[in-house]
């Protein structure tokens, strides 16, 4: 694993959770000998930091059978360059940088490299992440079922063409951030009428937590009609649905979730 920030040190985690005690270690990179010092008492991972190692990089990749890019978008054509040397026929690479086709990372890599997309989103970090995979050119069913079993280890996986991974970036990647607006909106209503910041964020939080897992248990019930059994006829919620709806809420939705959509194509030009 190259490089462990929020997203890839929360895969990590979950992988270590799944490995069985006589399986050989993880090796990851860090640019700090800081952060790869954290990893000095773990058995089942093998920290190199490139402060202290220009080549930690290619060293971490020689010989793996899968490696998992968790740089940010910007470096990683600059990664590519600098491992290709050490990656081996049918090797299975795993990137989780938005904006950066397989088409290009190919383009890097050795003839036959296996390379898979992927876009998690931060709930990982407690294992209840959502995350979208799609295969590259040479990506067959063993990578792309490897790669499931990576993931899975922080949640829930779909597998989807290329072509869809930016719409899963734009509505489960980005999703919690719409989520956490819209709670910073609802406390704000709630401090507008008395409420403490305290009681206002224990109200919404937890309210939120409430309502998805009950969705979450009535995974056979649409979530309209979850919203149906809250929705008394002429009665307050009604009224405030009515709300919503008037401004436009679906609309302003997907008009979103295409901005999210936009913006991944003009960074795939980019690191084209």
Same mark, same amino acid.
């Given at each position: 694993?190259?490089?462990?920030?929020?997203?890839?040190?929360?895969?990590?985690?979950?992988?270590?959770?799944?490995?069985?005690?006589?399986?050989?270690?993880?090796?990851?990179?860090?640019?700090?000998?800081?952060?790869?010092?954290?990893?000095?008492? &773990?058995?089942? *991972?093998? @920290?190199?930091?490139? /402060? +202290?190692?220009?080549? #930690?990089?290619?060293?971490? $990749? %020689?010989?793996?059978?899968?490696?998992?890019?968790?740089?940010?978008?910007?470096?990683?054509?600059?990664?590519?360059?600098?491992?290709?040397?050490?990656?081996?026929?049918?090797?299975?690479?795993?990137?989780? &940088?938005?904006? *950066?086709? @397989?088409?290009?990372? /190919? +383009?890097?890599?050795? #003839?036959?490299?296996?390379? $898979? %997309?992927?876009?998690?989103?931060?709930?990982?970090?407690?294992?209840?992440?959502?995350?979208?995979?799609?295969?590259?050119?040479?990506?067959?069913?063993?990578?792309?079922?490897?790669?499931?079993?990576?993931?899975?280890?922080?949640?829930?996986?779909?597998?989807?063409?290329?072509?869809?991974? #930016?719409?899963?970036?734009?509505?489960?990647?980005?999703?919690?951030?719409?989520?956490?607006?819209?709670?910073?909106?609802?406390?704000?209503?709630?401090?507008?009428?008395?409420?403490?910041?305290?009681?206002?964020?224990?109200?919404?939080?937890?309210?939120?937590?409430?309502?998805?897992?009950?969705?979450?248990?009535?995974?056979?019930?649409?979530?309209?009609?979850?919203?149906?059994?809250?929705?008394?006829?002429?009665?307050?919620?009604?009224?405030?649905?009515?709300?919503?709806?008037?401004?436009?809420?679906?609309?302003?939705?997907?008009?979103?979730?295409?901005?999210?959509?936009?913006?991944?194509?003009?960074?795939?030009?980019?690191?084209?």
């Amino acid at each position: 694993m190259l490089g462990v920030g929020n997203m890839s040190g929360a895969i990590l985690e979950g992988l270590r959770a799944r490995r069985g005690a006589d399986e050989p270690p993880i090796r990851v990179t860090t640019r700090s000998a800081a952060s790869a010092a954290t990893y000095a008492d &773990a058995s089942d *991972v093998e @920290a190199m930091s490139t /402060e +202290r190692d220009p080549d #930690a990089n290619r060293h971490a $990749v %020689r010989g793996a059978d899968v490696v998992v890019l968790g740089v940010k978008p910007h470096m990683v054509a600059d990664l590519l360059d600098e491992i290709a040397p050490e990656v081996g026929l049918g090797t299975i690479v795993v990137s989780v &940088a938005a904006g *950066v086709t @397989a088409a290009a990372m /190919e +383009r890097r890599l050795p #003839a036959g490299a296996r390379v $898979v %997309r992927a876009m998690p989103n931060t709930p990982a970090t407690l294992g209840l992440g959502v995350t979208g995979i799609a295969p590259g050119a040479a990506a067959d069913d063993e990578a792309m079922a490897i790669a499931t079993r990576i993931f899975e280890s922080v949640g829930d996986v779909v597998e989807v063409p290329e072509s869809r991974i #930016a719409a899963v970036a734009g509505i489960s990647g980005s999703g919690p951030a719409y989520v956490y607006l819209f709670m910073e909106d609802l406390i704000r209503a709630a401090e507008a009428r008395g409420f403490t910041p305290e009681q206002a964020r224990t109200m919404v939080v937890a309210t939120f937590r409430g309502a998805s897992e009950l969705a979450t248990r009535a995974s056979d019930t649409d979530p309209a009609e979850l919203r149906r059994h809250v929705t008394s006829p002429n009665g307050t919620t009604e009224r405030a649905i009515g709300v919503f709806q008037e401004a436009g809420l679906a609309e302003i939705v997907d008009r979103a979730v295409q901005a999210n959509i936009d913006r991944s194509d003009e960074l795939a030009a980019d690191n084209a």
